[in-house]
Each structure stands twice: as C-alpha cells, then as structure tokens.
C-alpha cells in the first residue's frame, strides 16, 4: 500500500476530474467523502492511498490512514446487499463491523 501526502494546490483538472501529476504519470483521484456524499474535509494537505484495480491506478482521498490489517471479508448483511462499492464486511479488533470498498466501484 502506498500512502501520499500532496498539498490541495497541487491538484489539477482532466475531463472534470481531479489528478496528480506524479512520477511521469498522471494519478486519477477520487474523494472518499465526495464518494460517500459526505462534506469535503478543508485540509489543505490531502492524504492519498494509491489502489489499482485490473491495469489502472489511481488515488483515494481519505481523511486519515490509521494502519494495515489482514481481515476475513464476509458477505454483506441482507440489508445491505446491493449497494454499490461495497465488497463485503469484516468485523474489526473491538468488535465492531467495518464495510470493505470494491476497489472496481470506486473509479
């Protein structure tokens, strides 16, 4: 997993998407919280989590990073069946459920 730190005003436009040029290419970006129709966090520094799905990378604004963990990923409950982005659930170290993004759904 590799984790970037670039300040917002370093950001530029491509067919109404937001990118960074960064090591001879061009890194597609997608907000989390935009994705998740959430107010967008002010921070002027962005951090980044560099995904690849098939052939493509691109990178996912989060707000933080809290660490790396190996989990079991279950099916979804039936409520939540059918939502789009969503592979699966896994319950976490204290017990509660945490949902796993479809790294496909999210381009």
Known sequence: MEVLHAPRTSLGWF?????LDRRSHTLALVDLRQWLDVTPAASPLLTIVVLQAGEARFGL?????RGREEVVIKPLPKA????RGYAGATLIGDGRMALILDVDGLR
């Not at 067919?15 to 990118?19: H, I, K, L, T």
């Not at 604004?61 to 990073?65: G, L, T």
Request: aromatic content about 0%.
């Open 15 to 19: 067919d109404g998407r937001a990118v």
């Open 61 to 65: 604004v989060v707000d933080q990073v």
């Open 80 to 83: 939540l069946r059918g939502l």
